[in-house]
């Protein structure tokens, strides 16, 4: 069964869509004019230095939203900062070899700005609910930019299928079941009773919905991305030699294949650059579409100010986070043992700093799941709310608390499968791998085709807050704004 998982997977990877995502990358990183790259001490300013601001100014209290803008890329960096991180990127690694790591940064780069993209798009199409909460994502601007602007009459089609892709990972989530197999070999408990406490844990964080998970992910994301950063980084200085060496090793597996040493067996250059993108996209979701669904839920006054924090998330993510672990994992020589997934990591890190190390990661890795089950739990939410946008609202209610109930559900019961009949978390790997390609080829495609309104706005931003060009008054900032003007045009008429 692995092998034609392994199969499907590797289709589903392939050139095709590896193509799309570099050229959706590269479109929009030369239609900006290399926007992430020139302006990322902006981007760093407007982001990472407003955190440290008793109030960023770029909170504006009076823009329509849910949760403060630190408290969506939280949640959002929550939802993909997790297991893919260190599970992820290990497993790209034991498959591809080290030179997965060089294609796994070329995608994050390019992925900055393709997170931009999605993420400002979201914004300005958002919609607002009875409860006047802003909402948004990939099927919202495919329904109002592809449908109702473009007059796509079959806009409902990739909607659906990108709605069923990102539902597919529902039943097949890697979090609760990385989380289990890390603390049972660390404590030596049993991987179920992990799992059913770990259950308990998220139906507490998620009970209070989007404002407790935003405030619950606005404190508990950046100490755990630091606690983790600053555990890898002792181990990697104090192998200070080797880093030069560990460069030389991914460059040379990126364009020339890993030969097979003790227990890997080897990997051709194409291997390296289907893992190491196919683990980017899990790792920071860019192209995937997710993340921008709580972006979209953002107090903020421009899509682009927003779109910003899409680019801090996946430097944070992929950049930092991924190289971290990557660099542990060859630095300390444990890349070529045979092993995979989060047992590669906790290995390298407990041959980097011993028992502590292991417990480090354990912690690190339970964090890091339990902020993605809850980052994800809004996702999925966003989406049955456009589904269920135009029903009663009972019967949407039922739903939506029907939902509440059942959403950790399915990762114990994943968890229970594998232990029961042996399942393997390179099995599950592959299972999460086929259900990310389908909505992410059908997302990169939808922004392509939006890309003039992205530029427009990037436009307006630009003259705004960079003092770059003329202001156009006829660019409407958020849809919602373009379709009143449009009902008081007809109302006047």
């Known amino acids: 069964m692995q092998e034609i998982l392994q199969s499907i997977t590797e289709f589903l990877w392939g050139l095709p869509l590896l193509i799309v995502i570099l050229f959706t990358g590269l479109y929009f990183t030369i239609g900006s004019k290399f926007f992430q790259f020139i302006y990322l001490p902006h981007i760093l300013k407007k982001t990472l230095l407003s955190i440290f601001k008793r109030k960023s100014s770029d909170d504006n209290t009076s ?39 060089f294609w796994l940064w070329v995608c994050a780069l390019l992925g900055m700005i393709i997170k931009t993209v999605e993420v400002t798009l979201s914004v300005h199409y958002r919609s607002t ?7 948004g994502g990939p099927t919202y601007y495919m329904e109002k930019g592809l449908g109702e602007e473009r007059k796509f009459r079959y806009w409902m089609i990739p909607a659906v299928l990108f709605g069923c892709g990102i539902f597919g990972t529902f039943f097949f989530t890697l979090q609760n079941y990385t989380i289990s197999e890390a603390v049972s070999s660390t404590f030596d408990i049993g991987m179920i009773p992990v799992s059913l406490t770990l259950m308990l844990v998220t139906y507490y964080v998620i009970y209070g919905g989007l404002r407790h998970i935003g405030k619950f992910a606005a404190k508990l994301v950046p100490f755990m991305v630091l606690f983790y950063v600053l555990s890898g980084l002792y181990i990697i200085l104090s192998h200070f030699t080797e880093i030069g060496n560990v460069f030389s090793i991914i460059f040379q597996g990126a364009f020339g294949g890993t030969a097979a ?3 890997f067996t080897g990997a051709a250059v194409t291997q390296a650059i289907s893992m190491g993108m196919a683990r980017s996209v899990y790792s920071n979701e860019a192209g995937w579409g997710t993340s921008p669904m709580v972006h979209s839920t953002a107090k903020v006054n421009h899509p682009v100010k927003q779109g910003l924090w899409g680019a801090f ?14 660099f542990v994992i060859i630095i300390t020589g444990k890349w070529s043992s045979g092993m995979s997934g989060a047992e590669l990591t906790l290995t390298a890190f407990e041959m980097g700093i011993g028992d502590t190390g292991r417990i480090i990661i354990t912690i690190s890795i339970f964090l890091f799941g339990l902020t993605t089950l809850t980052g994800w739990f809004v996702y999925y939410e966003v989406l049955l709310r456009h589904l269920l946008r135009n029903k009663d609202q009972t019967f949407k209610k039922r739903i939506l608390t029907f939902y509440n109930r059942f959403y950790p559900i399915p990762g114990t019961a994943l968890v229970i499968y594998a232990v029961s009949y042996g399942l393997t978390g390179q099995t599950v790997w592959y299972f999460a791998d086929i259900a990310s390609a389908i909505p992410t080829f059908i997302n990169v495609v939808a922004i392509l085709l939006l890309s003039k309104k992205f530029f427009s706005l990037l436009q307006d931003y630009k003259a705004r807050y960079l003092g770059i060009g003329q202001i156009d008054p006829t660019v409407h900032l958020f849809y919602e704004d373009t379709q009143s003007k449009a009902e008081q045009k007809m109302n006047v008429l």
């Open 63 to 101: 823009s329509k939203g849910i949760i403060s803008s630190f408290e969506a890329v939280s949640t959002a960096i929550g939802g993909s900062v997790g297991v893919a991180n260190i599970g992820g990127a290990s497993t790209a690694i034991a498959v591809g070899g080290p030179g997965a790591m």
């Open 129 to 135: 609910d009875e409860n006047g909460d802003p909402y």
């Open 261 to 263: 040493v003790g227990g």
């Open 313 to 326: 998330e996946v430097f944070i993510d992929t950049i930092v986070v991924c190289s971290v672990t990557a």
